[in-house]
């Protein structure tokens, strides 16, 4: 196992709220094969149970999201993870992430300011949704959802 300290770079999602149940889940393409010598992206088995964001200087033993190109990763937002360098001098790590929540919080991309009425008339309400128009909570904008 390989050890993660906290330097700033490990985080959770929604690591200002740990609640005690899940909130969102990150998914993770693997665009390049991820291995552990050229950056695989390190997670804490087991710390999405620990309801806390990581202490400065805190070190607990984590695994390398080893998997082939093309791969779709997907862990619970509660758990710890980090980035680290790619070791290597001939490899590529390259990856997609995204980051998908409850209707409780907005989504990181202001969507309000860049689509149109006119499209949103057209999408269903799960879409609606999904870009977070409608939200509960840690979502609201003046009190309210914005549709």
């Given at each position: 196992m390989l050890e993660m300290r906290q330097n700033g770079l490990n985080h959770v999602r929604l690591g200002y709220i740990c609640a005690q149940a899940p909130q969102g889940i990150n998914a993770l393409w693997c665009l390049d094969d991820f291995t552990a010598t050229n950056g695989a992206t390190l997670v804490a088995p087991g710390s999405h149970t620990w309801h806390r964001p990581p202490a400065p200087d805190e070190s607990v033993d984590t695994v390398p999201v080893q998997a082939p190109a093309g791969t779709l990763c997907m862990f619970e937002s509660?758990?710890?993870?980090?980035?680290?360098?790619?070791?290597?001098?001939?490899?590529?790590?390259?990856?997609?992430?995204?980051?998908?929540s409850t209707p409780t919080y907005r989504t990181q991309e202001n969507w309000?300011?860049?689509?149109?009425?006119?499209?949103?008339?057209?999408?269903?309400?799960?879409?609606?949704?999904?870009?977070?128009?409608?939200?509960?909570?840690?979502?609201?904008?003046?009190?309210?959802?914005?549709?």
């Open positions: 509660r758990m710890w993870h980090r980035a680290v360098a790619n070791t290597t001098q001939d490899q590529y790590r390259a990856g997609v992430f995204a980051f998908y309000f300011v860049t689509l149109s009425d006119e499209y949103l008339a057209t999408v269903s309400d799960d879409v609606i949704t999904l870009l977070a128009y409608k939200s509960e909570g840690f979502g609201l904008a003046y009190g309210r959802s914005p549709r």
